[in-house]
């Protein structure tokens, strides 16, 4: 006898398993997820919202590299482990970019970094400002492996950084979608009657406005920021999730263990939650996938326009709002490299919600 278990959940794993595509993105999309979880242990910028910022080094190409002086700063970090993980490290020190240095008379004397074939500064510093007079840890070769930004900032950092708002807006705005979604669908496809005319109409209203006008009406309401883009996004996506639900629950409350249960006295509170709703999560899956990349690429069209997240928070949409003009200025990658995130990451939840689909497909 076969050991291999033939519940309908195995059965769709198995399927899904099959499915090339919806296996290479879920693997990306675990991959991201982490990135961005560890983005500041990973970034070579570790400071909050990897804005650590050198002017004269602005808009360097990809491997760009050059000498980092770092001058202590005396004000103690108390900071954790947990708090630089989740927000940065909150760090005083002040980096200098230089061409050359040398030591005389326990001086450290060094020449600023200039672009452009110019010539930077000559400058000094004392060497009691380093621990034991020790220089020597606090010079080093850095390099940009993205190049830098128009702000001289770590491309590669900020494209970390800014993946933690992507995955954010995704969860909680489906989150959000869910809960109201799921709640309006149920009742109004349980009940019917005027309870769903009323709920439908509200329905139609919401899904008549266009999406991103109600997005930018609702985050200018409560005024601009990051949680505001999350509950505006959210608020906007539950009408399709409640449309789904609604004709669902229209279809199964006919089925037989629905009327089983009313007449084993169970309320309706019981049937929706415990009988209903667990048999038509399929396309609630579906389309959730659907939604979180739905919520991407809205909170990356409000950044870009200025209005989601506000600097210097990292955020995909505002770097490519930052630098679409370098598009014909020479330096493209400015803004390709976080427009091909979000289309990796938007691709790959859609991707996704298609190999969900077909696995949860009981016909196939």
Not at 234 to 256: D, F, H, P, Y
Request: a positive charge.
């Amino acid at each position: 006898m076969s050991n291999t278990s033939d519940s309908l959940s195995q059965l769709a794993l198995r399927k899904f398993k099959k499915n090339f595509w919806g296996v290479l993105s879920f693997c990306l999309i675990v991959i991201i997820g982490l990135l961005s979880l560890f983005a500041y242990v990973i970034a070579p910028d570790h400071s909050q919202n990897a804005n650590q910022m050198h002017l004269s080094i602005h808009s360097q190409r990809p491997g760009f590299e050059v000498q980092m002086l770092s001058i202590p700063s005396e004000i103690e970090n108390n900071q954790n482990f947990a708090s630089k993980l989740l927000f940065g490290t909150k760090s005083s020190d002040t980096e200098i970019p230089i061409s050359k240095y040398k030591i005389e008379n326990n001086t450290l004397l060094y020449t600023e970094y200039a672009s452009d074939g110019l010539v930077g500064a000559d400058k000094s510093i004392n060497l009691n400002v380093f621990p034991n007079d020790n220089y020597k840890p606090y010079i080093q070769n850095k390099t940009f492996l993205f190049g830098t930004d128009k702000y001289g900032r770590d491309l590669l950092s900020r494209v970390l950084v800014g993946s933690r708002i992507s995955f954010s807006i995704g969860f909680i705005a489906v989150f959000i979608s869910l809960v109201i979604g799921i709640f309006f669908g149920s009742i109004a496809g349980y009940y019917g009657g005027k309870i769903d005319a009323f709920i439908m109409w509200i329905i139609n209203v919401t899904w008549s406005i266009p999406t991103l006008l109600l997005v930018i009406a609702i985050t200018l309401a409560l005024d601009k920021g990051f949680w505001q883009v999350f509950i505006a996004v959210g608020l906007t996506m539950w009408v399709e999730v409640a449309r789904v639900v609604r004709g669902q629950i229209i279809s199964a409350k006919e089925m037989q263990y629905v009327t089983a249960a009313k007449a084993m006295g169970f309320n309706d509170y019981r049937i929706i939650t415990k009988h209903i709703l667990p048999n038509i999560m399929a396309p609630i899956i579906v389309i959730s996938a659907a939604n979180f990349a739905a919520a991407i690429l809205i909170e990356s069209g409000l950044s870009f326009l200025g209005i989601g997240a506000q600097p210097p928070m990292a955020s995909w949409g505002a770097m490519i709002k930052d630098h679409y003009n370098y598009i014909i200025l020479g330096k493209p990658y400015l803004a390709l490299i976080p427009g091909i995130c979000i289309m990796v990451l938007v691709m790959s939840f859609m991707l996704i919600g298609n190999a969900l689909r077909d696995a949860l497909d009981v016909k196939s």
